[in-house]
């Protein structure tokens, strides 16, 4: 039986409530546990190194494993339609666990641009051994080779929403293991597993947390792989704290929610920007020929509440604009209950190559909305008069 979206966002990872006697998550903050057994211990021991579970009700200690984590992993493969999944203490360290997951299978890694700057700088550096090779959705069949130990894609990309037709990669890369990352999305608006993505990626500080109050990553995956990123996890020490953990199981229940009126609002939001004078082009998957594969309605359920949009001063107009907004607070991050506004060229991306960040779209008068949960009309009004305002300003300096 096919289940919603919503219901598995308020139901997963609770089926054993009524058996607990409880009606909210457990939190286990023990950073130890006691040994039942010794043989019993060094036996789940040997199993959590190997990334596995515990056995024998032996967790051991908590960079091995935690009950509270754990819960949050099986709610969220479960939105996902994946086996398993995996969290870690930020979106970067789980990317950097899937990186050394592939690293016996070859030296390389093709990635297509744009990525999520941060994504860009660690692949960029190859300080994890691993070579990349830039690609455009269309040059990925050309630079797949018997080296290639990994495909990394982001859809839709960070910042400016390029979608890229998931099935279409699978299709030409053979055995090589896809990651895709699905944080813009969310398994909300699209799951990558069934589209034959082997990893699914994750910010979880994003949409999944929802309240800008935890930093998070998590990876949806086969459990094959899965035990891989937990030998990682349990070798640097980069699981997620439990706390945190909980914040993103409660989190998952209003998920589905969030992610539709958000949406909502930013297709409106983008419709007032189209028109707008200051406005030199506006990138979203419902602006009429960004979405030429049709994938919005085929691979996505809708095309989310990220905006990146350009104005016509440039880098000075659209710093003025941050500092001008009410509504829109002037911070980097995206997915919170409220409405956020940055620059990357200055900041998520500014570590990313200037040519390559340029031939990514992502130029000094792009800005990057995260549309929250406010009334729209307010946002419209802060946008339009921060806009209206920056562009008097710099006009009134320039004479």
């Known amino acids: ?14 089926e054993d409530f009524t058996d607990l006697g409880v009606h909210a998550p457990p939190i286990d903050l023990s950073s130890t546990y006691p040994l039942r057994d010794l043989d019993r211990a060094t036996d789940s021991l040997d199993a959590m190194a190997h990334g596995q579970r515990p056995r024998h009700d032996e967790p051991v200690y908590a960079r091995l494993h935690n009950p509270t984590v754990a819960r949050f992993e099986d709610a969220f493969a479960s939105l996902e339609h994946c086996d398993a999944s995996v969290a870690f203490a930020s979106g970067m360290a789980a990317l950097t666990a899937v990186l050394m997951s592939v690293r016996e299978r070859g030296t390389e890694v093709v990635a297509v641009r744009p990525l999520y700057g941060g994504s860009d700088h660690l692949l960029a550096s190859e300080m994890l051994g691993l070579k990349v090779k830039w690609a455009t959705a269309d040059t990925v069949d050309d630079l797949v080779g018997p080296e290639t130990a990994l495909v990394v894609v982001e859809t839709p990309a960070n910042p400016t929403n390029d979608l890229v037709d998931i ?3 699978v299709a030409v890369i053979g055995d090589v293991p896809l990651v895709v990352d699905n944080t813009f999305a969310t398994p909300v608006l699209q799951n990558p597993a069934r589209q034959g993505a082997t990893f699914v990626l994750h910010s979880a500080t994003k949409f999944l947390g929802g309240h800008g109050d935890v930093v998070a ?4 995956c086969p459990e094959s792989w899965a035990e891989q990123l937990r030998a990682v996890r349990v070798a640097t020490g980069a699981i997620l704290h439990p706390l945190g953990a909980y914040l993103l199981h409660r989190g998952l229940a209003t998920l589905p929610l969030r992610v539709e009126a958000q949406q909502a609002t930013a297709v409106e939001l983008v419709g007032r920007l189209l028109e707008h004078p200051v406005v030199a082009t506006v990138r979203h998957p419902s602006v009429p020929g960004q979405d030429p594969r049709d994938l919005v309605g085929r691979q996505m359920r809708g095309p989310g509440s990220l905006i990146a949009f350009d104005v016509a001063g440039g880098h000075d107009l659209a710093a003025q604009v941050m ?4 509504w829109f607070t002037p911070a980097v991050s995206l997915g919170s209950v409220d409405s956020l506004i940055q620059h990357p060229a200055g900041l998520t991306h500014h570590v990313v190559d200037p040519t390559a960040r340029k031939a990514s779209g992502i130029g000094p008068g792009t800005l990057r909305l995260s549309v929250g949960l406010e009334d729209v ?8 008069q921060a806009l209206r305002t920056a562009a008097t300003q710099l006009l009134t300096s320039s004479i």
């Open 1 to 14: 039986m096919s289940i919603n979206v919503r219901t598995r966002a308020v139901h997963a990872g609770r």
């Open 167 to 169: 099935e279409a990669i």
């Open 217 to 220: 990553g998590v990876v949806a």
């Open 323 to 326: 500092k001008t907004t009410r």
């Open 377 to 384: 009309d307010d946002l419209w009004e802060d946008l339009d």
